[in-house]
């Protein structure tokens, strides 16, 4: 497919019928601190550019994107035909084609995960504490649950897109004990930082997360800085660097 320069496009052996993609800031017409292709309409943008940007990115996609409303919690909408935007959830997974399941962040992670045979898609809106859930299921395990209605996690492809890196996720103990928890392991995604607070590995933590309920075949971000919302600013929106940002997506969908 013919995208805009600039966008990436995960690199991963998904099936011929599964398409992906995930936005930069390239490609829009939004003016600053907005440029140029955000997606977000609740960030204080003018309403008729990020029309216009959503419709350049639908017309890229040549298929349906559907946003959410993302509120960092753990639920997984099944994505129709006629599912509006604006469902309230940080997942989606659908079987019908030309309905592009579709992540917008500015730090937090896009995830996105296909069957292996082609016949669901899904994505996932992945900050901290969507993350790390409650009682140890957050929003992995949502979608994991959901992919598990189509068969084995086994052969599902799972892609992590940029995020706010290793290098530059300050966090409270607040967090490290959310994960730490329901998994001792998870430590070994913090580094101590300034007084009283730690670095967090996202990309990290997600991919333990990952392992643990089955799915192993993980690609994209390996918390490498080119991967770093918040030090690659001519390329990716960050909340945490610019505090007024623009939002871009990450996608994917069935032909």
Not at 33 to 42: A, I
Not at 64 to 84: E, I, K, M
Not at 177 to 203: I, Q, V
Request: charged content about 20%; some cysteine; glycine content about 12%.
């Amino acid at each position: 497919m013919d995208f805009p320069s600039g966008w990436m496009v995960p690199d991963w052996p998904a099936p011929p019928n599964v398409c992906a993609a995930c936005t930069t800031r390239a490609g829009g017409v939004s003016a600053g601190p907005y440029d140029s292709l955000n997606l977000g309409d609740h960030v204080g943008d003018d309403v008729a550019h990020v029309s216009q940007n959503r419709a350049i990115f639908q017309q890229a996609l040549q298929a349906r994107a559907v946003f959410l409303r993302q509120v960092h919690g753990s639920r997984t909408a099944r994505l129709v035909s006629g599912t509006p935007d604006g469902t309230e959830a940080d997942a989606c997974i659908t079987n019908e084609r030309s309905l592009a399941c579709t992540i917008m962040v500015a730090d937090c992670m896009p995830m996105l995960f296909a069957t292996g045979d082609g016949a669901a898609v899904a994505a996932a809106h992945a900050g901290w504490r969507g993350l790390a859930g409650e009682g140890g299921k957050g929003v992995i395990e949502s979608v994991c649950d959901a992919l598990q209605q189509q068969g084995d996690l086994a052969g599902v492809l799972a892609w992590l897109g940029p995020c706010i890196g290793p290098e530059a996720f300050e966090v409270g103990p607040e967090v490290k004990a959310a994960f730490e928890a329901h998994d001792a392991g998870a430590s070994s995604m913090f580094k101590p930082h300034a007084t009283g607070k730690w670095l967090a590995d996202l990309p990290g933590l997600a991919r333990r997360r990952l392992a643990a309920s089955g799915i192993t075949r993980v690609y994209g971000n390996d918390g490498s800085p080119a991967w770093c919302t918040v030090r690659n600013p001519s390329i990716f929106f960050s909340h945490r660097r610019d505090r007024v940002s623009g939002r871009f997506a990450a996608a994917i969908w069935r032909t």
